[in-house]
Every structure is written in C-alpha cells, then in structure tokens.
C-alpha cells in the first residue's frame, strides 16, 4: 500500500497563499488518483480537490473553485495544492490521498498521511 507524507501547511494571514506537498513512498503514484481532504475540528473529514492519475482532469469543493489548483509531479511522485486567497474557513488540518479512481476515493476510504495543519487569521 502507498505511504503518504503532507507537508507546508503553516499559519497565514487572509488573502495569502500556501502550497501543500504530498510525497509517496511504497509504490508509485503514477497509477492512482490523487486527491485533498480537509478537516477542522469538531467537524468530518470533507473532500476539496482530487486529480486523476495523467493530470488531464481535476475537481474541486464549490468553495475552493478559482482558488485552489490541484497538479502532480509522477516522474518525482508528488502531489501539490496550491492555495490562494485563503479566508478563515479554510482552517483545517489538510490531508492527501490516493484511490484507484476519483469516484472511489469520494468514498474517503485512506490511506492516509499524518496531515499538515493550515490556519488562516483574520
């Protein structure tokens, strides 16, 4: 099974911006959709962006469209999230995935990584 490992969440003011990294180890990433989850606390954990495995399409959650762009690198097996115009309600612990197909990993079965934390002040 792939192992996954988020990073360069961090704290940031509104209006900013952040590019989330997920690296993969175990087996390639080149076979898989790849995909973002997010969760805040007290709250489930929600899908925001997904890509699939040769980067021709990607989806987003109505609330990030226009400022979020999912992409991947499978020559260096990473998955990024770049985010812009980031408010307050976009505060959550940001969590990668990989599933066999986008329609699969809706289903949020995992795997996934330990996270990266981004919190956004007002």
């Known amino acids: 099974q792939v192992q996954l490992v988020e990073s360069g969440g961090g704290l940031v003011q509104a209006g900013g911006s952040l590019k989330l990294s997920c690296t993969a180890s175990?087996?390639?990433?080149?076979?898989?959709?790849m995909g973002w989850f997010r969760q805040a606390p007290g709250k489930e954990r929600d899908f925001v962006a997904a890509i699939d495995w040769n980067g021709e399409h990607d989806y987003y959650t109505d609330s990030v469209k226009g400022r979020f762009t999912i992409s991947r690198d499978n020559a260096k097996n990473m998955v990024y999230l770049q985010m812009n115009s980031l408010q307050p309600e976009d505060t959550a612990l940001y969590y990668c995935t990989a599933d066999s197909t986008i329609a699969q990993m809706l289903l949020a079965r995992g795997p996934w990584g330990q996270g990266t934390q981004v919190t956004v002040s007002s």
């Open positions: 175990g087996r390639p990433l080149s076979t898989y959709a």
